[in-house]
Each structure stands twice: as structure tokens, then as C-alpha cells.
């Protein structure tokens, strides 16, 4: 660590980075001695930023010993605490965790309105990032995202694993499979994949918010403003907090915000597209309240060369096949009009292996499965559909340069501005 970070007191540290929008470079315990590589004798450790519900999942994991809980909310805090008060530290201001020198990954486990800011600053401070699904709120946090990981030479996964392990949701189909399908050229080509309750997947329409929520006194045991953070101020009310936040579009997207990586990320990777994106999106959706998610019922995404996305809300298709191309279609279940597709299937080509242990990628430097650049790509897809939702239009999408074509407002939801002082 550089001395003046080593000798700048707590006050300071934290009024200088906020200053600086909350700009800081730390160097971590394992790369002061070596190009990056931990000694395999010595454990990691791992900090939990955001102790709601989805926390529990980050509790009882074996590769990194847990050190450090964070949360806005003293209350959530002190749930995560208790009984690990001896081996743990608590905070409530993210900053002070990302400051220690002694921790080796964060696991962020808030809304996502606040993914990228903290993902970028602890790549700054040094720290490999485990972050929840969605990456991102916006496709410019994304990219940002993308960024700092290659800048700081950190490792990042999301936490969804079904494009590598176990069948991805109803499905009843594993993403490893149905990529050997595509990669033989069996369904020819383009192909159009469909997404709804009838191939397996729930779009959770129930996740919307409430229009015109009334004021209501903020909670002492709740930093509501940090709780905020770089989201637009509104004044407090239970249903933007915590589990409620889903259904409002400054923290996240409803059902298609929140679950919308864990379907569509194996779709991505089955189709091959992991460094592409649709160039035409299509919504069929009421018209929405500028605060509060509403429903919708179909989002088509085309890509360049004539592959076709649907989103289909309202399983309005009651036929539709999870996977088609011009020679044959795959079912819910891997039922298919392809003879015998199931013991053809045994002849094909295995996949690339991919690298599906977070720690190994973390003690050798190595990218993890599902990382910032994939990812994003896949976050990239809920966010297009987000805003051709909330504007209700079609809008054109350049892959390479990552703008929305021609359309000022739409842009704007691209790039959306964050209130200050945070900025990333």
C-alpha cells in the first residue's frame, strides 16, 4: 500500500474519495509480493456488501474465509453479524470495506442501481468482484464496468450459473447441450429462440411497483441517502426498499430486470453471441409510469444476421419452441422434430471447457466462465428490452459502439446521469 493510504485516517479517507468521486486505488495483500498469484498455502478472503435475502447465498462458500458484512440497514447488518461477531467486522459505509487491504473479493449483493459504482470502485481499490444478477442497471454502467476490470487486471463473475452447470431454470434443458446442437449446424441458420412460461421460464409480471407512492418517515436503523446513493432522490417509502426496490426503474426492472440474466445469459451463449447484440428491439407493452414498472407482453430483439430473440410475456405462442432453425426445432424438455436428436447428441463435439471455479480464477488471474465481458453482453439484452419497454418503440442498436441509433431519448436511458456526488 502506498504510504499516504496507509497513514490517511478513516475521516479522511472517506471525505477524500467522495471528493474525488469516490476515485481510489488500494493494493491488496496478494499482489504486494508477486505479478498477481497467491500463495495456494494462503486462504482468501471475502467481504458481503448488502445483507438482504440473496446474501444467504454467499454465506456458506468454502473458497475464501468471510471477514466483512456491509449494509445501510443496521438492522440486516446485525442479522448477518450475529454469531460471527468473533471472525467477521460490520459496516455500514461500502468505502470502509473497500479500504481494507485484507480482503480479496466483495460479493455485492445489493440493488442494482448500485452494481456498477461499487464494482468499479473496488476493482480501483484492488478487490476481485463477485457481483448478483443483473450486472448492470444501464448498458453505460456496463461498459464502464468492462472497463475498469481490464484497467485493474481484476476477476469478475456474475452469479447465475446456468450457461455452465445444471438444467437453466423449466427449461429441462442444459445450455452445454443445446450449444453442441447449434455449433453442429443440425437446426441450420438463423435461428430464433424463444423465452416464456411454455419453454420454461417465468417472467415474474407480479415484480411491478406502485405509482405515486406516498412519504413516509425513513427508519432510524436505515441510511436511506446512502441507500439511494447514485439513484435520483425521491422521498422515502417501504416499497422502494429492499425486496420492493425490483419494481422501480431508478434500482432495477421488475421481473424482467431482475431474472432477466439468469434466462437470457444461456440463451447467449447457446446462440454463440457472446461479443454481438441485437441491432433492431421491438416491444409490445402498455404504456409505463415514469417510476414504476408496469407489465408487458412481447419484446422481439434482431440481430445482423437474421437471428430472432422473443421475450415472450404473454406466452402468447402456446407452440413455441424454445430453439428453431430452418431444419428442425427443440423443445421444453429436448423434445425435438430432429430423429433421434438425443443419441446424435452423444457423437457431437464437446463445447470449450469453460473455467467454472471462481476461487482457482482468482488465485491464477484467469477469467472466470461468466465474467464483465460476456455478461455484459447478456445484461446488455434486459437493458434494450428495458428501454424499448418504457418507451414503447422500436429502437436500433449499434453492437460495436454500444449507442442507441437516431434516437436522443433512448440514448439517454444508455447513459443514464447519476446524482451527485457519485459518479463512476
Same mark, same amino acid.
Given at each position: 500500500?502506498?504510504?499516504?493510504?496507509?497513514?490517511?485516517?478513516?475521516?479522511?479517507?472517506? &471525505?477524500?474519495?467522495?471528493?474525488?468521486?469516490?476515485?481510489?486505488?488500494?493494493?491488496?495483500?496478494?499482489?504486494?509480493?508477486?505479478?498477481?498469484?497467491?500463495?495456494?498455502?494462503?486462504?482468501?478472503?471475502?467481504?458481503?456488501?448488502?445483507?438482504?435475502?440473496?446474501?444467504?447465498?454467499?454465506?456458506?462458500?468454502?473458497?475464501?474465509?468471510?471477514?466483512?458484512?456491509?449494509?445501510?440497514?443496521?438492522?440486516?447488518?446485525?442479522?448477518?453479524?450475529?454469531?460471527?461477531?468473533?471472525?467477521?467486522?460490520?459496516?455500514?459505509?461500502?468505502?470502509?470495506?473497500?479500504?481494507?487491504?485484507?480482503?480479496?473479493?466483495?460479493?455485492?449483493?445489493?440493488?442494482?442501481?448500485?452494481?456498477?459504482?461499487?464494482?468499479?470502485?473496488?476493482?480501483?481499490?484492488?478487490?476481485?468482484?463477485?457481483?448478483?444478477?443483473?450486472?448492470?442497471?444501464?448498458?453505460?454502467?456496463?461498459?464502464?464496468?468492462?472497463?475498469?476490470?481490464?484497467?485493474?487486471?481484476?476477476?469478475?463473475?456474475?452469479?447465475?450459473?446456468?450457461?455452465?452447470?445444471?438444467?437453466?431454470?423449466?427449461?429441462?434443458?442444459?445450455?452445454?447441450?443445446?450449444?453442441?446442437?447449434?455449433? %453442429?449446424?443440425?437446426?441450420?441458420?438463423?435461428?430464433?429462440?424463444?423465452?416464456?412460461?411454455?419453454?420454461?421460464?417465468?417472467? &415474474?409480471?407480479?415484480?411491478?411497483?406502485?405509482?405515486?407512492?406516498?412519504?413516509?418517515?425513513?427508519?432510524?436503523?436505515?441510511?436511506?441517502?446512502?441507500?439511494?446513493?447514485?439513484?435520483?432522490?425521491?422521498?422515502?417509502?417501504?416499497?422502494?426498499?429492499?425486496?420492493?426496490?425490483?419494481?422501480?426503474?431508478?434500482?432495477?426492472?421488475?421481473?424482467?430486470?431482475? +431474472?432477466?440474466?439468469?434466462?437470457?445469459?444461456?440463451?447467449?451463449?447457446? +446462440?454463440?453471441?457472446?461479443?454481438? %447484440?441485437?441491432?433492431?428491439?421491438?416491444?409490445?407493452?402498455?404504456?409505463?409510469?415514469?417510476?414504476?414498472?408496469?407489465?408487458?407482453?412481447?419484446?422481439?430483439?434482431?440481430?445482423?444476421?437474421?437471428?430472432?430473440?422473443?421475450?415472450?410475456?404473454?406466452?402468447?405462442?402456446?407452440?413455441?419452441?424454445?430453439?428453431?432453425?430452418?431444419?428442425?426445432?427443440?423443445?421444453?424438455?429436448?423434445?425435438?422434430?430432429?430423429?433421434?436428436?438425443?443419441?446424435?447428441?452423444?457423437?457431437?463435439?464437446?463445447?470449450?471447457?469453460?473455467?467454472?471455479?471462481?476461487?482457482?480464477?482468482?488465485?491464477?488471474? %484467469?477469467?472466470?466462465?461468466?465474467?464483465?465481458?460476456?455478461?455484459?453482453?447478456?445484461?446488455?439484452?434486459?437493458?434494450?428490452?428495458?428501454?424499448?419497454?418504457?418507451?414503447?418503440?422500436?429502437?436500433?442498436?449499434?453492437?460495436?459502439?454500444?449507442?442507441?441509433?437516431?434516437?436522443?431519448?433512448?440514448?439517454?436511458?444508455?447513459?443514464?446521469?447519476?446524482?451527485?456526488?457519485?459518479?463512476?
Amino acid at each position: 500500500m502506498k504510504k499516504s493510504a496507509a497513514v490517511r485516517s478513516r475521516r479522511s479517507f472517506l &471525505k477524500e474519495s467522495l471528493a474525488a468521486g469516490v476515485a481510489f486505488s488500494i493494493v491488496p495483500r496478494h499482489v504486494l509480493g508477486g505479478p498477481g498469484f497467491l500463495p495456494p498455502s494462503e486462504q482468501l478472503t471475502r467481504a458481503i456488501i448488502g445483507c438482504g435475502s440473496i446474501s444467504r447465498v454467499h454465506l456458506p462458500m468454502d473458497y475464501a474465509r468471510l471477514i466483512a458484512f456491509c449494509d445501510v440497514d443496521a438492522t440486516r447488518l446485525a442479522t448477518r453479524m450475529k454469531g460471527r461477531e468473533k471472525e467477521a467486522k460490520g459496516y455500514r459505509d461500502f468505502r470502509e470495506v473497500l479500504a481494507r487491504p485484507d480482503i480479496d473479493v466483495v460479493h455485492l449483493c445489493t440493488p442494482p442501481h448500485w452494481h456498477g459504482p461499487m464494482a468499479i470502485l473496488a476493482a480501483q481499490a484492488g478487490k476481485d468482484v463477485w457481483c448478483e444478477k443483473p450486472m448492470t442497471r444501464t448498458i453505460g454502467e456496463g461498459k464502464k464496468v468492462v472497463e475498469a476490470m481490464e484497467r485493474y487486471h481484476r476477476v469478475f463473475r456474475i452469479n447465475t450459473w446456468f450457461r455452465f452447470q445444471a438444467n437453466f431454470y423449466g427449461s429441462g434443458v442444459l445450455a452445454r447441450d443445446l450449444r453442441k446442437v447449434v455449433e %453442429s449446424g443440425i437446426l441450420g441458420w438463423p435461428l430464433r429462440v424463444t423465452v416464456s412460461g411454455v419453454t420454461g421460464f417465468d417472467w &415474474k409480471h407480479n415484480w411491478c411497483g406502485k405509482p405515486n407512492l406516498a412519504p413516509q418517515p425513513v427508519p432510524a436503523h436505515l441510511d436511506y441517502d446512502m441507500w439511494l446513493g447514485p439513484a435520483p432522490y425521491k422521498p422515502y417509502n417501504a416499497d422502494r426498499v429492499h425486496g420492493r426496490f425490483r419494481g422501480y426503474w431508478d434500482y432495477d426492472g421488475g421481473g424482467l430486470g431482475d +431474472m432477466g440474466q439468469h434466462f437470457l445469459d444461456p440463451i447467449q451463449y447457446v +446462440m454463440g453471441k457472446d461479443g454481438d %447484440s441485437p441491432v433492431e428491439i421491438e416491444a409490445d407493452a402498455p404504456l409505463q409510469h415514469p417510476d414504476a414498472v408496469g407489465t408487458w407482453k412481447r419484446v422481439t430483439m434482431r440481430y445482423a444476421d437474421g437471428c430472432e430473440l422473443i421475450l415472450d410475456g404473454a406466452n402468447q405462442d402456446r407452440e413455441a419452441a424454445l430453439l428453431e432453425g430452418p431444419r428442425g426445432k427443440v423443445f421444453k424438455g429436448f423434445r425435438s422434430t430432429i430423429p433421434d436428436l438425443r443419441h446424435k447428441l452423444k457423437s457431437l463435439p464437446d463445447p470449450t471447457p469453460q473455467a467454472t471455479d471462481f476461487g482457482e480464477c482468482v488465485r491464477t488471474r %484467469s477469467k472466470f466462465a461468466l465474467n464483465e465481458v460476456n455478461g455484459h453482453r447478456s445484461c446488455t439484452l434486459i437493458n434494450l428490452a428495458k428501454i424499448a419497454i418504457r418507451l414503447g418503440r422500436r429502437i436500433r442498436f449499434d453492437p460495436v459502439n454500444q449507442v442507441i441509433i437516431d434516437d436522443p431519448e433512448a440514448m439517454r436511458l444508455v447513459d443514464q446521469p447519476m446524482r451527485a456526488p457519485w459518479q463512476v
